[in-house]
């Protein structure tokens, strides 16, 4: 015969497959637990079934299955009236305690989607874009919606949503995740650049093969890979890995090389934007710039976001568009000789 006991909430549990007992049992005083708060509510088994959309008469099999669950009567029924037993009383009222916390964090929910935005935000971007653009948001987002605490990690690994409890995350480059969705923001612009008194020094290269000719300086993933220069060439995409004399894992380190007249390198717009603009850099072969790369924000699925994630995704999304506008707009105008007749100035 199999052994049984009595579990904590007085359910008879087979000891053989508790777990299998434990879902029936669950299953059978859900619905009994329904139907009852129904007919105490409304206090007749027929406006109960009403009110469920079922009929009187399986209102009253699942309170009956509920009371023999429960080994006690809920109910004192006559032919005139239906009312509670005292012990229904008290199952009713411990059971109306556990539909307000339900009913309370159902409306947590939903508001966490439709109300004002609140809660933790955890954001991943790549180190040098998390630093140059998408920090800089933040105290102007903060300001904005303050029941908001953000998280921003800075990785050079793809976001681990799942994992790491990633809600956003920015990518640069090309997106072949199709797990994720990934919001276009702007061209990623990588640039062949270097400072006025290398230019004046060495000059710049005119071709890609001439490349060859120059000191180069690159830059090398946490993962250990080098970091290839890319051009678009007759709508391809050239792929170019220079021999290079300076190699650094950190984007900021290739930066103060190159403003230090050290070499040449190819760097993302955003990052060389502002020593552009003050002519302390000039570009170099702006005609191979490729223009099939971009910046993305990325999340999981589009249905069902808390109100966080949609405001910030919004947020992000018109500032780095702006910025691209008002900052980067000028790349694709300069001409091949513009470099040198800068130089010349």
């Not at 060495?202 to 071709?207: A, E, V």
Request: net charge positive.
């Amino acid at each position: 015969m199999m052994q049984s006991d009595i579990s904590k909430h007085g359910f008879r549990v087979g000891l053989s497959n508790p777990a299998d007992a434990l879902s029936t049992c669950f299953s059978t005083s859900y619905t009994g637990i329904i139907a009852f708060m129904a007919v105490a509510t409304e206090g007749s088994f027929a406006r109960a079934g009403e009110r469920l959309g079922v009929g009187r008469s399986a209102v009253c099999r699942n309170v009956q299955k509920l009371e023999t669950q429960l080994c006690t009567r809920l109910f004192l029924r006559t032919t005139r009236s239906t009312r509670l037993t005292r012990e229904g009383e008290r199952f009713f009222e411990n059971c109306n305690r556990g539909v307000a916390h339900i009913v309370e964090a159902m409306n947590d929910m939903l508001e966490l989607r439709q109300g004002p935005p609140r809660g933790l935000l955890r954001i991943s971007a790549p180190v040098d874009f998390g630093r140059k653009v998408v920090a800089p948001l933040l105290s102007r987002f903060a300001e904005a919606y303050p029941d908001i605490a953000v998280d921003l990690m800075l990785d050079e690994r793809p976001a681990d949503f799942a994992g790491a409890q990633i809600d956003v995350a920015f990518r640069s480059g090309r997106i072949e995740d199709s797990s994720i969705i990934a919001k276009r923001l702007a061209p990623m612009r990588t640039v062949l650049c270097a400072s006025r008194a290398y230019a004046e020094r060495r000059g710049l290269p005119s071709t890609l093969e001439e490349l060859s000719e120059h000191e180069c300086i690159n830059f090398r993933y946490p993962g250990g890979r080098v970091s290839e220069w890319e051009f678009k060439v007759d709508g391809h995409v050239r792929k170019h890995l220079p021999a290079a004399r300076l190699t650094f894992n950190d984007a900021d380190l290739v930066l103060q090389a190159v403003l230090d007249g050290r070499g040449i390198a190819q760097m993302a717009g955003y990052q060389i934007r502002d020593p552009l603009a003050r002519h302390a850099l000039v570009m170099a072969l702006p005609r191979y710039m490729p223009d099939d790369s971009a910046h993305y924000i990325c999340y999981l699925c589009r249905q069902h976001l808390p109100r966080r994630i949609r405001v910030f995704i919004d947020f992000a999304t018109e500032k780095i568009r702006t910025l691209d506008r008002d900052d980067l707009a000028g790349f694709h105008s300069v001409d091949p000789q513009d470099a040198a007749q800068k130089l010349a100035a």
